[in-house]
């Protein structure tokens, strides 16, 4: 795969991380497998996967502009490491030697959904909260508060926070007691 994609549609299957409302967060032992289809383009350690490429014309400007500025309609940039082909969480998950019910801060990639922007970066997301449980291939985090690392962006996410977050495990690039 070139750097700048092709122009076949490839499957992409990864794991990504969710959020919820509630306290029933301890039915998942491990997360589901998403897949995504589009034209894949690569660009430093993320994979970007759109959906739609630039029209004809978009709000009265002509497809080139699009091209040149790398404006993507619709698509996700995932972080190579949750790739599924790529997964690898048996020494992680073993790694993770913080007690359950302790505050923890998290730093992880996210998987990001975009729209007429020409990014092709994932988020570098912090997370905030109690460990409430580690899984095989994600942990629990319980009474979360996460905002942007990277890009720096005002706000928590999602806008209502949630009770809890299921984190993978390989989208894990820190985490630490607090």
């Given amino acids: 795969m070139s750097k700048r994609g092709t122009n076949e549609v490839s499957n992409v299957k990864y794991v990504d991380a969710h959020y919820g409302y509630g306290s029933d967060f301890a039915d998942i032992d491990t997360l589901p497998i998403q897949e995504a289809y589009g034209y894949i383009e690569k660009s430093g350690g993320d994979i970007t996967v759109v959906f739609i490429k630039s029209p004809k014309k978009f709000f009265g400007w002509p497809r080139s502009v699009f091209r040149r500025r790398g404006i993507i309609i619709k698509g996700l940039v995932i ?19 913080i007690p359950v019910n302790a505050p923890i801060t998290v730093l992880w990639h996210n998987v990001l ?26 942990i629990v985090v ?6 942007w690392e990277v890009p720096k962006q005002v706000g928590q996410h999602p806008e209502k926070p949630p009770s809890f977050y299921r984190i993978p495990i390989v989208a894990i690039k820190r985490i630490q007691r607090r």
């Fill in 79 to 97: 972080p190579q490491t949750n790739l599924v082909s790529c997964v690898q969480v048996d020494d992680l998950y073993e790694s993770i030697s």
């Fill in 113 to 138: 959904h975009i729209a007429n922007l020409p990014r092709r970066n994932s988020s570098l997301m912090r997370t905030e909260g109690i460990l409430a449980g580690v899984a095989k291939d994600h």
């Fill in 142 to 147: 319980t009474n979360p508060s996460t905002t």
